[in-house]
């Protein structure tokens, strides 16, 4: 069996023994003799799964009794419509700080429904920083603010959160959930895809202060109503079942082998720590983001040079380190190290780049 280094922006690798362990389980989960895949999902058995999940995400994030935490379907993006149709319900505006694509499309999805002001943006230099904000250019009276925690494209972070008083702060976490301690109380609602950090695609998180939900506009999908979520336990209907399970093992996982979230970001950047020194004082690799908003999560570089980027994600793929380039609307390279790429690898391709270094000069 041959397992390649995969840098895959989503969906990305996870924790090898957590396919392992599912490997194992496949045909009969623990003696029921069904595959979780098979599984009714009101079955007692798979009640368990869901429970367990849930507490055990409570428990890694610390997250506040006074927050639901919702298991959906439909992708962070479908969050882009799904916030404002509960959230905008008070003053009907909202605020946004544009800081790539996916807060892009965020922003947009909100002005269908609501004002959707931009109070700040880093499309003029691509994106490539997190741009300064002033809370007198907030808006007083918004019923949220929207930021991208971690610009999955861009490898930027945000690592201070804007003072917005009493406006809740509403964050995309998709790419940077579970990399590192999060202060929950600090959001009115926290999303996520699953397929960077918590398993694989088909399951969205949602984590949202009880008392913003409930207040749903009147034209609002069933579906895509938080209370409806929340009042059934995330089986209203059908949940994304085996994807649940496979997050279930990460967190245990992150929970037993790492020992928490204090532990995995010491690990994040150890191994963020690794690639960036190595970009610093590379004389043909460069970061493209300003160092103190770098990513630890997706670290984006070029050479300079679109014929040796071409070149150099072609031989890195032959040598087993894959996925390598970068978005389609930058260019270049980019190598995610979400929390199941192991150090090993991230030394490995820096080694890797060396060498394509010394032979390309
Ligand atoms: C991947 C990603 C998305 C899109 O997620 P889908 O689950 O494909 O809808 C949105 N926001 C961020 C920050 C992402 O990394």
Known sequence: MKRVYNFSAG?????????RQAADEMLDYQGSGQSVMEMSHRSKVYESIINEAESLLRSVMSIPDNYKVLFLQGGAS????????????????????ITGQWATKAQKEAARYGEANIVASSKDKTFTYIPQLDPDTFTKDADYFHICLNNTIYGTKFHQLPDTGNVPLVADISSCIL?????VSKFGLLYAGAQKNMGPAGLTVVIVREDLIGKARDITPTMFDYQIHA??????NTPPCYAIYICKLVLEWLQNTIGGLEAMKEINERKANILYSFLDNSQLFKGTVVAQDRSLMNVPFVTGSQELDAKFVKEAEAAGFVNLKGHRTVGGMRASIYNAMPQEGVEKLVAFM?????DNR
């Open 11 to 19: 969906p990305s690798m996870l924790p090898e023994a957590v396919l």
């Open 179 to 183: 990399s590192e301690p999060i202060d």
């Open 78 to 97: 479908s969050q882009f419509a799904m916030v404002p149709l509960n959230l905008m319900n008070g003053s009907g505006k909202a605020d946004f700080v």
């Open 354 to 358: 060396r060498q394509f270094e010394a």
């Open 231 to 236: 009042d059934n336990g995330s089986m209203y």
